[in-house]
Nanobody
Framework: QVQLVDSGGGLVQPGGSLRLSCAPSGTASGYIFGISDISWYRQAPGKQRELVATLTSRGGTNYADSAQGRFTISRDNGENTVYLQMDSLRPEDTAVYYC???????????WGQGTQVTVSS
């Protein structure tokens, strides 16, 4: 069992920035975290959960069109943490953001508990 802890959400004004963090809990989780693809998803009230960004185990990145150019996903191997840097935030970015771990071919599919991001003046 892998446990993910995501954090860093909060209230920010339009145009502001936030950095979300996703880290594994436990030694075994840390190994799995390091060899898996890590993604950020978000879910706004009344909407389906959507993919925001992915960082593959090989370092490749993919972004949703809505995140391209404003959000950056990265990994700090020393801290065993994946970050989502969010800049130029908009009210439509308001959602609960979830960290997700997958490794193709294994069936691994784990989620963090979610962190609330609210963009409002």
């Amino acid at each position: 069992q892998v446990q993910l802890v995501d954090s860093g959400g909060g209230l920010v004004q339009p145009g502001g920035s936030l950095r979300l963090s996703c880290a594994p809990s436990g030694t075994a989780s840390g190994y799995i975290f390091g060899i898996s693809d890590i993604s950020w998803y978000r879910q706004a009230p009344g909407k389906q959960r959507e993919l925001v960004a992915t960082l593959t185990s090989r370092g490749g990145t993919n972004y949703a069109d809505s995140a391209q150019g404003r959000f950056t996903i990265s990994r700090d191997n020393g801290e065993n943490t994946v970050y989502l840097q969010m800049d130029s935030l908009r009210p439509e970015d308001t959602a609960v953001y979830y960290c997700n771990l997958k490794r193709p071919g294994t069936g691994w599919d784990y989620w963090g508990q979610g962190t609330q991001v609210t963009v409002s003046s």
